[in-house]
Nanobody
Framework: QVQLVDSGGGFVQAGGSLRLSCKAS?????????MGWFRQAPGKEREFVAG???????EYADSVKGRFTISRDNAKITVNLQMKSLKPEDTAIYYC?????????????WGQGTQVTVSS
């Protein structure tokens, strides 16, 4: 079983920045899996935020393009989400996730979530 542990959430004022991290329990799985980030706000369904793509870059939800950046550190078996210019509507529980390939439709493993709260 692969475990993902999210961290880095917290309280920040609008316009501020946060960096979320997700550490995987198994290096081999992490190195071969595709990583992504999702979020779920109160009363809302979980939504896609950012994900790795085949060319080493990232794809992003329209609501976060230009503000969020996904990256990985294989040595630390960690994927990060750098969030800038945060808005109150970014408030949510953020989850990291992993899937087996770029063409896989579903993410198979999920972190426990980390709370991000952005005040106006």
């Amino acid at each position: 079983q692969v475990q993902l542990v999210d961290s880095g959430g917290g309280f920040v004022q609008a316009g501020g920045s946060l960096r979320l991290s997700c550490k995987a329990s198994r290096r081999i799985i992490f190195n071969n899996f595709v990583m992504g980030w999702f979020r779920q706000a109160p009363g809302k369904e979980r939504e896609f935020v950012a994900g790795e793509v085949w060319n080493g870059g990232g794809e992003y939800a329209d609501s976060v393009k230009g503000r969020f950046t996904i990256s990985r550190d294989n040595a630390k078996i960690t994927v990060n989400l750098q969030m800038k210019s945060l808005k109150p509507e970014d408030t949510a529980i953020y989850y990291c996730a992993a899937k087996r390939s770029f063409v896989a439709p579903n993410y198979d493993y999920w972190g426990q979530g980390t709370q991000v709260t952005v005040s106006s």
